[in-house]
Every structure is written in structure tokens, then in C-alpha cells.
């Protein structure tokens, strides 16, 4: 296999389906060798990733699959963490068990896996790469998301830090902040009446949701050589969103509209 990845390991969680599914596929067209891991296996399992059946918020599962990954590959290189869930409620309604499970899966799962790589990756002394997949959310408030919203508040904070303590081994860490992207995560809003697609993409100036391949495409500059001198960033994609002030401008003061 040739391409720019091409002798690379990746690691990517949360890669059973939607934007971590299109980041193996991204990984593996420059070459990487991928290893999926997720709490439930894909039904279409892409070729050239192998899957290992994982719990990102439990320590000796995360463990078990780095050991695993260590038998089949000796090596990482690039870990993405991305597995996520979400759980919407006001606080005050929202139960102990749903906040702490969002929390877990997002924030406790890149620790956990970050615990796993780094170690290997100093040892081995050729570097790396960690991406995490924030959100928007990173950065605004949304009512009914106060798990998400910390979750992934918190992914940025823990991206800096460690940025910091492993800069001078070659390891960036670096975070790509998606805005609405269409996979099951958002139809399970939709069915849930919590988000509406009317609204969201009225809400975005390129009006339109984000393909999985468009954040992929981010992953993977941040996780190969193109990006060398990056560390502690977080690369926001997201249509605009998040840098709209006045999302009900005259459309005379939109280029498209002249
Ligand atoms: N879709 C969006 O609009 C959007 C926007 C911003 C950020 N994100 C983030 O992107 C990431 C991927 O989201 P998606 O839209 O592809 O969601 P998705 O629900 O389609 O996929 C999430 C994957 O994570 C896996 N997962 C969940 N909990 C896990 C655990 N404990 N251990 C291992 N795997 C686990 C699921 O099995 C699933 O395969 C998430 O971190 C999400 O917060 C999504």
C-alpha cells in the first residue's frame, strides 16, 4: 500500500460507523493500517480495518485492545479519539448516571486511550499523532446538552495540556471540532425532537450539514506530516457556524444574494 500513511497504525474509537468510519476510510486510502475500536461491531465492516470490540470508557478494555493491537501491529502512530454518545436533559432532571456516562465517553475515553499511546510512542521515540474529535459545543452553550457540552469542553483543555507534555517527544495533539454532521448521532436527535433540520441548517451560512468525509479530510491533515508544526489546536469545521454573529443578516449583505 503506498500514500503519505503508508507504514503508519492508526488507532481510531468510535470507528463502527459514522464520522469515525469515514476517518479509517480517509486513513486507510494514504496507506495507514487501521484498528477500529468500538463498543459494537460495524455490519458492514470496511476491508483493511480490523475491528476490536471495545469499551473506551472502561480501563481494562481500552487495555485488552492496546494489547491486542500491540500482538497484531508492535506499533501506533496515530490515535483519533472519536467514540460518542449523547444524552439530552436539563440539569435538575438529568440523571447522575446519563451525565457521568457522556462524560465518560468522551473526556474518560481519550484519557484512557491517550494513556495507552503515549507511553508507547515515547518509548518508541518516533513520534505521533493524536487527534480527538471535539465539537462546536466545545465552544457555546446548548440547552439540554450540559453533558456534551462539558464533555467536549474538556476534550480541549485535556488536547493543550498534553500537547504541552509531550511536545518535545515529536507526539502533537490536536482536536478537530465538527459542527452538524449527518449520521446516526443527529437522526437520533431528529427522532427525539431535540434537533430539528429546518433549523440547523437554516442556522448555517454554507446552509447545508457537514459530510463525515469533510471532517475526515481535517483528521487526516492533523494526523499526518502536512501539519508537523500544529500542536494543542483545535481545526473547527463547521460551515461557518460557530463565527456567525448575526445569523438573520439582510441578504443583501450576502455575497450570493448579489
Ligand atoms: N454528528 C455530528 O453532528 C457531530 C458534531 C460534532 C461532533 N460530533 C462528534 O463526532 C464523534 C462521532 O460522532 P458520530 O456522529 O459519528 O456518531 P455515531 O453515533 O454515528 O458514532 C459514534 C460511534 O461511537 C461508538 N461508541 C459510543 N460509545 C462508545 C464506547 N463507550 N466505547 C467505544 N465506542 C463507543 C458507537 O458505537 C458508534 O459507533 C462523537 O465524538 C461526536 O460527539 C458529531
Given amino acids: 500500500m503506498s500514500g503519505s500513511l503508508s507504514g503508519k497504525v492508526a488507532v481510531v474509537t468510535g470507528a463502527g460507523r459514522g464520522i469515525g468510519d469515514a476517518i479509517s476510510g480517509r486513513l486507510i486510502a494514504d496507506g495507514a493500517k487501521v484498528f477500529a475500536l468500538d463498543k459494537m461491531l460495524p455490519d458492514e465492516p470496511r476491508e483493511r480495518v480490523t475491528y476490536i470490540e471495545t469499551d473506551v470508557t472502561d480501563p481494562a478494555s481500552v487495555g485488552a485492545a492496546f494489547k491486542a493491537v500491540d500482538d497484531k501491529a508492535g506499533q501506533v502512530d496515530i490515535l483519533v479519539s472519536n467514540a460518542g454518545i449523547q444524552r439530552v436533559g436539563l440539569v435538575g432532571k438529568i440523571s447522575f448516571a446519563d451525565f457521568s456516562s457522556v462524560i465518560a465517553t468522551h473526556l474518560h475515553g481519550l484519557f484512557l486511550c491517550a494513556s495507552e499511546v503515549v507511553p508507547r510512542m515515547v518509548e518508541r521515540g518516533a513520534g505521533g499523532a493524536i487527534v480527538s474529535i471535539a465539537s462546536t459545543a466545545a465552544f457555546v452553550g446548548l440547552p439540554g446538552r450540559g453533558p456534551y457540552c462539558a464533555a467536549k469542553a474538556g476534550i480541549l483543555g485535556l488536547t493543550r495540556a498534553l ?4 511536545a518535545t517527544a515529536g507526539i502533537r495533539v490536536n482536536a478537530v471540532a465538527p459542527g452538524f454532521t449527518r449520521t446516526k448521532f443527529i437522526e437520533q436527535g431528529l427522532k427525539d425532537g431535540s434537533l ?15 459530510r463525515t468525509e469533510e471532517i475526515a479530510e481535517a483528521v487526516r491533515f492533523l494526523a499526518g506530516d502536512e501539519s508537523s508544526y500544529m500542536t494543542g489546536q483545535t481545526v473547527v469545521v463547521d460551515g461557518g457556524w460557530i463565527v456567525q454573529g448575526i445569523p438573520e443578516a439582510p441578504t443583501w449583505l450576502q455575497t450570493s444574494a448579489s
Fill in 163 to 166: 500537547s504541552l507534555e509531550v
Fill in 196 to 210: 430539528q433540520e429546518d433549523w440547523m441548517v437554516a442556522r448555517v451560512p454554507m446552509k447545508r450539514l457537514a
